[in-house]
């Protein structure tokens, strides 16, 4: 059967766990290595992965580029807007045609119904790069972070602050999985998904929401916040003025634990939802977070390959 990764609990937590695992021990293994050199074994060897792009990007369009490039194998990267998706051709027939020609597909898109109807008519494995509803890949380098600086999932506290996005959904629904506690700093008008949580809670996670910044953050393991006005939506004046009191600054990171970290997916609209004091600040770990892009999707490929 394909594996598709197009939400993480199309994994599971133990397979979550298998790919950070795989992850940390690939990455220590390739110290001192150039970018661009494969890893020593190689195992996407021969294999390409078709990158389409309906929203534009940096961390996922490199990161999936090196990441096959260091398992061995290529990727072609196609924007919606110089294919025939552009001209009206239909995501099923794309699938089918990208299917014929490589042997995973990455869709970085709007609606999620889109991913959706990609992997129903792909005959080979399909990853969800971001879409509307969730970002899973994201969050499999946010949680390989978190454990590289010491940090157990199982009864982690998590504080989201800001727009209830599909950044958030995903976090959420790692909680469920690995069984860790998020407590979400969101103004009223923009919460997240309520299935998410309603998942989450079920499957024994502690979520929290709260109109209460300080609330959210307190005592917390790691603070986590987005863009308030993501790709595509209006730089509305109003949602601005709704999202202030989340702004992660330095006042607000105090309440988090003294060895709490910082976490933002890129980019950052600083002065906005966070300061550079807070972002370029001791705490701060999104430098390492990028990076991790490359290392935990080498890991989701392997896991999509059937590799692990």
Known sequence: MT???????DAGGDAIAAMIGDAIDRKAA?????KGR???DA?????VLAMVFEKSSTRTRVSFDVAMRQLGGSAVILDAGTTQLGRGESIADTARVLSRMADAIMLRTDDHAKVEELAAHATVPVINGLTDLSHPCQIMADLLTVIEHGKALPGLEVAWLGDGNNVLNS??????LMKFNVRIGVPAGYDSDPAFIAAAMAAGAGITVTRDAAEAVRGAD?????TWISMGQDHAEAKL??????????ALMAQARPDALFLHCLPAHRGEEVTDAVIDGAQSVVWDEAEN????????????????
């Open 43 to 47: 195992p996407l060897a021969g294999h």
């Open 3 to 9: 594996r598709h990764f197009l939400n993480l609990g």
């Open 293 to 308: 892009r490359i290392h935990a999707q080498k890991s989701v490929l392997r896991w999509a390959f059937g590799q692990l």
């Open 38 to 40: 494969a890893d020593d």
């Open 171 to 176: 976090i959420v629904e790692a909680a469920g």
């Open 222 to 226: 790691v603070v986590v916040t987005d």
């Open 30 to 34: 390739r110290a001192g290595y150039a």
């Open 241 to 250: 003025a709704a999202m202030a009191p989340y702004r992660v600054d330095p």
